[in-house]
């Protein structure tokens, strides 16, 4: 069973940047996709980013797209999320997801992940 464990969140002025990270174990961290979702008040979780286990096929959501960047590390069994140009509008809890089917190289047919605690961004303006 994977672990997930989000760091990096924290309060930033629009138009700043953050980093988030996501740390995996529990399982071969290499072998599986990885995304990254957010949830904001009052809303629904909805898609950021993710990327296949290759590290060479990523897919954005229209509303990040060009502002953020996912990649991995698979050396340190880590995901990252660069967020650029952040606006009041990215203020959301972040989720690190896992997928659970190994060696998927088109990320956009995940279905069913395994989910972090989440970590808070907070972008004021």
């Known amino acids: 069973q994977v672990r997930l464990v989000e760091s990096g969140g924290g ?3 629009a138009g700043g940047s953050l980093r988030l990270s996501c740390a995996a174990s529990g399982r ?6 990885m995304g990254w979702f957010r949830q904001a008040p009052g809303k629904e979780r909805e898609f950021v980013a ?3 286990w290759t590290g060479r096929r990523t897919y954005y959501a229209d509303s ?3 502002r953020f960047t996912i990649s991995r ?3 340190k069994n880590t995901v990252y999320l660069q967020m650029n140009t952040l606006e ?3 203020t959301a809890v972040y989720y ?3 997928d659970k089917m190994p060696f998927r190289m088109d990320v956009t047919t995940i279905t069913e992940y395994s989910w972090g605690q989440g970590t808070q961004v907070t972008v004021s303006s």
């Open 11 to 13: 309060l930033v002025q």
């Open 28 to 33: 071969t961290f290499s072998n599986y996709g």
């Open 50 to 52: 993710a990327i296949n």
């Open 64 to 66: 990040v797209k060009g």
């Open 73 to 75: 590390d698979n050396a």
């Open 88 to 90: 009041p509008e990215d």
């Open 96 to 98: 690190c997801a896992a």
